[in-house]
């Protein structure tokens, strides 16, 4: 194998594994990793180059920073990578990446111990919303406080894929970031309260922020109602100031994941409904 390789070029999973065996590039590694994740590699040899790929940045020695940045770079990759392949057997090496320096890798990491679901994971994760939740820089300038998002998003969908009920000191946890300075992490705060309530005054607090001043914050609010399937807000996502193909996403999410219609698509009155505001949108 050459010590450079073309990492923008269209691959197929054996050069994917290639890329990620090798040492010498880590461009290739980067994406050799986001290609395995992205294509839902099945391949044996997956996974495992993942993991390694994760725990070389946890157990790493004293290395330059460059050197560093490039190493984290590709576990960031990995660390999704494994959320999207469902690898069980990561979820040990994902809550210890919850520790690293890097804002981003904590991030990956948060965010695919809640694609995977498995409740073991989600101890630590409280622990850390609640560690440094104001964001306040800590030790270097690595540390940008703990990526609140990504945490209670994980949260409610390990309490949602596990049918986990929030005890009151569980609950004011999260309650406490539902007026988070950052109206994103506020959204999400209220995503997993209702997640796990199944309250509708939560429902309130992201449906508010479907008329924030910030396109970020409307689509991000937009998200989340989707992600609870939430359809009494069918209306306002619909007229919501954001892209076309953002509200029928939405919609779509909200037609296909139901609270409360689960299974497989009914078309009774509320679903006909659905539909005909999608329709309005195309």
């Not at 050069?15 to 294509?39: C, N, P």
């Not at 804002?103 to 965010?111: F, Q, T």
């Not at 630590?124 to 945490?151: D, F, I, T, Y």
């Not at 359809?231 to 919501?240: F, G, N, S, V």
Request: proline letters at 5%; one cysteine or more.
């Amino acid at each position: 194998m050459d010590n450079k390789i073309s990492s923008g070029e269209p691959i197929n999973e054996i050069e994917a594994l290639q890329r990620l065996t090798q040492q010498v590039d880590f461009s290739a590694q980067y994406y050799g990793a986001w290609w395995l994740g992205r294509m839902r590699s099945k391949h044996p040899s997956a996974v495992p180059l993942l993991l390694s790929a994760l725990t070389r940045v946890l157990s790493a020695p004293q290395e330059p920073d460059d050197l560093i940045n490039e190493k984290v770079g590709v576990a960031r990759n990995a660390a999704r990578a494994l959320g999207k392949l469902k690898a069980k057997v990561a979820v040990a090496d994902l809550i210890k990446a919850l520790d690293h320096p890097d804002h981003s890798l904590r991030e990956a990491a948060a965010r695919s111990l809640g694609e995977l679901g498995d409740k073991q994971a989600l101890s630590a994760l409280v622990a850390h919303l609640q560690l440094r939740g104001a964001g306040e820089p800590v030790g270097n300038s690595l540390h940008l406080g703990e990526p609140c998002e990504a945490l209670l998003e994980a949260i409610g969908q390990i309490c949602v894929m596990n049918g986990l009920k929030a005890d009151q000191d569980f609950q004011k946890s999260l309650e406490s970031f539902q007026h988070h300075n950052r109206p994103v992490v506020a959204s999400a705060a209220c995503r997993a309260l209702l997640q796990i309530s199944g309250n509708s005054k939560w429902a309130e607090g992201i449906v508010a922020l479907l008329k924030n001043s910030q396109l970020l914050v409307r689509r991000a609010a937009l998200l989340d109602l989707a992600a609870c399937g939430w359809r009494p807000a069918a209306e306002q996502i619909a007229t919501c100031q954001v892209e076309n193909s953002l509200k029928l996403y939405a919609l779509r999410g909200l037609l296909e994941d139901s609270p409360d219609n689960p299974g497989p698509v009914q078309l009774g009155e509320r679903e006909k409904q659905l539909l005909a505001l999608m329709d309005q949108l195309l």
